[in-house]
């Protein structure tokens, strides 16, 4: 389980202090389909960065299985928090196959052979193999996400952060990920997301979020009793 | 007419002199560009943030960059010997100041081609578990290279036309063989013009190799 604790972040701007985060707790259930949802600005993103240890000029603190994560040596970071984020962010010097491959050798030190068999199975099960040797610019937007969610499987993180997931997609391949964050969780991951798209966010989410300027105000958990729920969460999903 | 030719055919083998030299000043400044400037871009990208380096480096190419290039071999050349001592010959003095003078430059298109890199690509390093240096290694340079081979090509032709004023210091490149001809037969066009020729035909042939090698990284 990821815990969030009392975390508070703003930024000097102009001589100005931004509050990006205030004082924002959560619970992220292993197995669960988290969303974090909102109007932009909100600090969603930016809570998804700290969650990913991509910021960590945070106060307060993210606990995963009680451990801290700003404590996680290199290997226990990415074993257990990927991230695909809203443009994907594939490697534009590698290709398909490499941006899979790659972090495998460098970072686990899988030998190149053991390391293109397993991105090899990832991509088929995607039915993506075929692209293995494409640039990433040469393939659709679907298609580069898929890719950079095989490439976060290759390295068996458990919990799989999603920045805007379905942003850029159309509704087949919108549906395409809905059936994948499910089956995901089936074979025990753990989703988190920020989105803008509510019905997506209706459709795959155990647990919701709601954040306004920093702070987060509602939650509405659908497995168990809600915790908190002013309303908010119910309004803005049908905006 | 037959004159000239006849002047060109005489001057070859001077030309052929002066060629060399100005191609060794040349090579061994850029392998000093190439190779400090390269190392201070890295440094000085905005990503890295060695704030106190930084603002030296950024002093250093302020003032090169603040100053001609023709004072700065000069200075090289005549100022510095006297604060360490010991003479300089224009060949050192010469590739000393080209070299520097091309550190600052080259520093500031390798820092701007790695800057201009989306901040998502050094992201994505860092979640998958990539430290500093790997991401450099094999996420940025590859990419900054592609994009930063027109504007080194460009230093790169600069540097080899700059070494035409080394010839003020005395060293025997083409420029100063080309004057001494001119000194000896009085026929400064057909001089001129033949050392333009062979400066075009050097760049040119930068620009060809730049070209192929940039083909070959797209490919």
Partial sequence: MITGKNLFLEYENKNENKIVLHNVSFEIQKGYITSFIGMSGAGKTTLLKCIANLNNDYTGKILLDGNNIKGFSKKEKIQNIGMVAQHYNLFFNMSVLKNCVHPMMNVLGFSEQKATSKALKILEEFDIASLKDQGPTNISGGQQQRVAIARALCLDSQYILFDEPTSALDPQSTKFLEKLFKDLCAVGKTIILCSHDMSFVNNVSNKIYFMEKGEIVDCLDKKQENIVNSGKIKDFLVM | ?219
């Fill in chain 2, 1 to 219: 007419m037959f004159k000239s030719i006849n002047l060109i055919y005489k001057s070859i083998p001077f030309f052929l002199k002066g060629v060399s030299m100005t191609l060794q000043a040349a090579f061994f400044a850029m392998l000093i560009g190439l190779s400090i400037g390269t190392i201070l871009g890295i440094l000085n990208c905005k990503k890295l943030k060695l704030k106190k380096l930084q603002k030296f480096i950024n002093a250093y190419v302020l003032v090169i960059r603040g100053t001609p290039v023709f004072l700065q071999i000069l200075i090289a050349y005549y100022v510095l010997p006297d604060f360490l001592g010991i003479n300089l010959p224009p060949f050192v003095a010469g590739v000393f100041a080209l070299g520097c003078n091309s550190i600052a430059y080259v520093s500031e298109i390798v820092k701007c081609g790695i800057n201009s890199i989306p901040e998502g690509q050094w992201d994505a390093s860092y979640v998958l578990g990539y430290g500093s240096f790997s991401t450099l290694k094999s996420v940025i340079l590859p990419q900054m290279l592609k994009n930063v081979l027109p504007a080194i090509t460009n230093e790169l032709s600069a540097l080899v036309k700059e070494t035409s004023l080394l010839s003020t210091i005395g060293l025997l490149e083409l420029t100063k063989v080309g004057t001494n001809i001119i000194a000896r037969e009085l026929d400064p066009i057909t001089i001129y013009l033949s050392i333009g020729f062979l400066y075009f035909l050097i760049t040119t042939t930068i620009s060809f190799m730049a070209k192929k090698f940039e083909g070959a990284l797209q490919s």
